[in-house]
T-cell receptor, first 113, second 109 residues
Framework: NAGVTQTPKFRILKIGQSMTLQCTQDMNHNYMYWYRQDPGMGLKLIYYSVGAGITDKGEVPNGYNVSRSTTEDFPLRLELAAPSQTSVYFC????????????FGPGTRLTVT | GQQVMQIPQYQHVQEGEDFTTYCNSSTTLSNIQWYKQRPGGHPVFLIQLVKSGEVKKQKRLTFQFGEAKKNSSLHITATQTTDVGTYFCAGPTTNKLIFGTGTLLAVQP
């Protein structure tokens, strides 16, 4: 199993541009999550999904959108990028919910200038 | 809402010294998980504690879950440079994990 994969690894965006961060897991996990981590800080939950077709907001959803059309994929869309969205973005998944180990992807480092 | 705090935020030790990080939840937890994030890396699961008062060991790492299931600790004996990183505790709530604020450990050779 490849686990949780994320693309791209790095990206530089100009203010106002849009992009989609890709996340795929091959473990058949229903629960998937997007976090952002600012330098030297903890993890903040952006959006999460408990199954295909179901998404919900986390702690910091403004400026982002998600969709979950398949069990495997959970893309994160940034519209009208702002410097405040400069961060490292991690995708993660659980097999059956938060009482189990969470698996993280390697992250996408995004800079907005 | 539910909060999970960790202290200290940062600790610098000499190699060979011990290290402890403490985790406190505002609510009772059904279990607590610990993760390690190496510099430039992603969080990696270390362990889960479920029972009140539980103690688990992984080589030089000792994890404890408080009797009231609201606090936990991670103790590293005789730190090594490979222990460098940020240690997060995390407690479950409905459909998600609440991560602690993290403790960054620096180890000087």
């Amino acid at each position: 199993n490849a686990g949780v994969t994320q693309t791209p690894k790095f990206r530089i965006l100009k203010i106002g541009q849009s992009m989609t961060l890709q996340c795929t897991q091959d473990m058949n996990h229903n629960y998937m999550y997007w976090y952002r981590q600012d330098p030297g800080m903890g993890l903040k939950l952006i959006y999460y999904s408990v199954g295909a077709g179901i998404t919900d907001k986390g702690e910091v959803p403004n400026g982002y959108n998600v969709s979950r059309s398949t069990t495997e994929d959970f893309p994160l869309r940034l519209e009208l990028a702002a410097p405040s969205q400069t961060s490292v973005y991690f995708c993660a998944s659980f097999p059956r919910g938060p009482n189990y180990e969470q698996y993280f992807g390697p992250g996408t480092r995004l800079t907005v200038t | 809402g539910q909060q999970v705090m960790q202290i200290p935020q940062y600790q610098h030790v000499q190699e060979g010294e011990d290290f402890t990080t403490y985790c406190n939840s505002s609510t009772t937890l059904s279990n607590i998980q610990w993760y390690k994030q190496r510099p430039g890396g992603h969080p990696v699961f270390l362990i889960q504690l479920v029972k009140s008062g539980e103690v688990k060991k992984q080589k030089r790492l000792t994890f404890q879950f408080g009797e009231a299931k609201k606090n936990s600790s991670l103790h590293i004996t005789a730190t090594q440079t490979t222990d460098v990183g940020t240690y997060f505790c995390a407690g479950p709530t409905t459909n998600k994990l609440i991560f602690g604020t993290g403790t960054l450990l620096a180890v000087q050779p």
